[in-house]
């Protein structure tokens, strides 16, 4: 997985760096469901506002199925922005994953439906 961060009006840290560190293993076990060898890029930009204590994270999850997941959030502090913003790529990457074993899907496409 490629990995894109950015800031604007913010200085790097060890400690956003290591907020971002902590969503991105979260988006890695999601993206198990992908084989090693697709194409997975995600870009984060981290902005704060110049003129108050405001903070923006947005976030794009490149999959390899053609689709992006976009994610675009504000806060007061650049963490709780970083995290409300992976946390909506994580339920938007659990609906892709439930569409993608869904028993539907399977019918779809000639199969048969695999029961336990």
């Known amino acids: 997985m490629r990995v894109d961060v950015s800031f604007k009006y913010l200085k790097k840290s060890a400690f956003v760096d290591n907020v ?11 993206i ?4 090693q060898s697709d194409p997975i890029h995600i870009s984060v930009h981290v902005e704060k506002n110049p ?4 903070f923006f994270c947005r976030s794009h999850l490149y999959l390899p199925t053609s689709k992006v997941l976009i994610a675009d959030e504000k806060a007061g502090s ?8 992976f946390s909506a790529i994580s339920r938007q ?13 399977r019918l779809k496409k000639n199969l048969e439906p695999e029961f336990e």
Request: hydrophobic share 30%.
């Open 32 to 35: 198990q469901i992908f084989r």
């Open 78 to 85: 650049a963490s709780l922005a970083i995290n409300k913003a």
């Open 20 to 30: 971002v560190e902590n969503n991105l293993k979260k988006i890695r076990r999601r």
């Open 93 to 105: 990457l659990d609906k892709e994953k439930h569409k993608k074993h869904s028993p539907r899907r």
């Open 51 to 54: 003129h108050k204590d405001q």
